[in-house]
């Protein structure tokens, strides 16, 4: 049986732009199910789901949307029944994948919908919004977001190419064959640049030993991932071998990943292993881009758009009581590992970012805060030495096996 795209967005004002990529997706012979999430003016194309049932779905009157003329509340309204109904319909079977166009207003809606989706169900937004930052659209789902180039505003020279190729991908992600793989109990794993040695060398050990190893790239939207799908239940034990997040979140760096950070496996009850690898670093964009008032402070350029701020005594002592007031909630086994070797590849003797009072600092904070059942282990050694990584997996793997 031929798969079904949903095409969701406003009929009103891109009804001749989702009339186009209707077309171009049925051309190849698949189906499609229109879903109207407009208000104010009639639709151009006809659709599958009206835009009363979308507008109801949310717990609004679409008459009602229509006489107050209120713009933000309508957004906000077909937003709310946009995700209850494109839920409802993907658990009917009514539709595989689901591709949007649209504004600021229109990616709004459409990304609300598709966050509310299982992880691997096709999602595609061209966007005009799509060059800039679009964590807030994406949040912690796989949404592949396109840059519309123009406005999405009728079909010219370059909106056909980028409209019928976002079509193309859509279609070539639903017919693409996924290999069969094994099903094997989970770890989740956060990594850097500067703790690969470490995550990969336990990702082996952990791997030989029959666990599938999920690696996360500690860059904001990474950790963030990563505690949502232990949030989901489906992760058994978690690496975290690379908590850079914090220093972010603390210090005003980029790659924050939220004040929930830790939380998911304490609160879980999944075992876990805890280092202060790579919180010997803020991260930053570009030198021009980091704010005055670090001017002065320890830097290291990692590529040309990535600079590095080394972390303070003063700055590591709260983030020992950071992660302590974390790892204090946990309902399940976990253990913290602290390299006394430095935290990275270049906070390690000779390195850049070597400042070993500032580790320590973290050190004796932690011990202070922590409770007293939580073990603190520290090891002569690197993050990224080898010791250091199987110590780390042996410890996980002995907490997952005492919970299974």
Request: charge should be negative; aromatic fraction near 6%; include cysteine.
């Amino acid at each position: 049986m031929p798969k079904t795209v949903a095409l969701l967005g406003s009929l009103d004002t891109k009804g001749v732009e989702y009339g186009f990529v209707k077309q171009c997706i049925e051309s190849r012979g698949l189906r499609t199910l229109v879903i109207d999430t407009g208000v104010l003016g009639p639709p151009r194309i006809a659709a599958d789901v009206p835009r009363e049932a979308v507008a109801a779905a949310g717990g609004a009157n679409l008459a009602d949307l229509v006489a107050r003329q209120d713009r933000g509340e309508a957004v906000a309204a077909m937003a709310r029944g946009a995700a209850a109904l494109v839920a409802r319909l993907y658990s009917e079977k009514r539709f595989d994948g689901i591709l949007a166009l649209g504004g600021g207003g229109g990616t709004s809606v459409a990304c609300a919908a598709m966050r509310g989706l299982p992880l691997g169900v096709p999602k595609v937004m061209v966007s005009t919004v799509a060059g800039g930052d679009v964590s807030s659209y994406v949040g912690v789902k796989d949404i592949v977001m396109i840059p519309s180039i123009v406005d999405v505003a009728g079909i010219n020279r370059i909106s056909r190419g980028v409209f019928a190729r976002a079509a193309g991908a859509i279609c070539g992600m639903l017919e693409a064959d996924i290999p069969p793989g094994e099903d094997r109990p989970l770890v989740a794993a956060s990594m850097f640049g500067n703790t690969t040695p470490c995550v990969e060398n336990a990702k082996a050990i952990l791997e030989a030993a029959g666990y599938e190893v999920l690696v996360f790239h500690a860059t904001g939207a990474g950790g963030r991932t990563m505690e949502s799908l232990v949030e989901a239940g489906v992760i058994a034990g978690v690496l975290d071998v690379t908590t850079t997040e914090w220093a972010d979140e603390l210090v005003g760096g980029v790659f924050t990943a939220g004040p929930a950070r830790l939380e998911a496996a304490a609160r879980c009850g999944v075992p876990a292993v805890v280092t202060p690898a790579c919180l010997d670093m803020v991260n930053f964009w570009a030198p021009s881009t980091i704010p005055e008032k670090f001017r002065g402070r320890r830097f290291y350029q990692h590529n040309p758009d990535i600079t590095l701020m080394r972390t303070t005594p003063e700055e590591c002592a709260l983030l020992g009581q950071i992660v302590a007031e974390k790892l204090n909630l946990s309902r399940g086994p976990v253990a913290v590992l602290i390299p006394l070797r430095g935290w990275s590849m270049i906070d390690a003797p000779g390195g850049p970012f070597w400042w070993p009072e500032a580790d320590q600092a973290f050190a004796e904070a932690l011990k202070a805060a922590l409770r007293p059942d939580v073990a603190i282990v520290e090891i002569n050694a690197n993050v990224n030495d080898p010791e250091f990584a199987r110590r780390c997996a042996e410890t996980l793997l002995e907490m997952m096996q005492t919970e299974r």
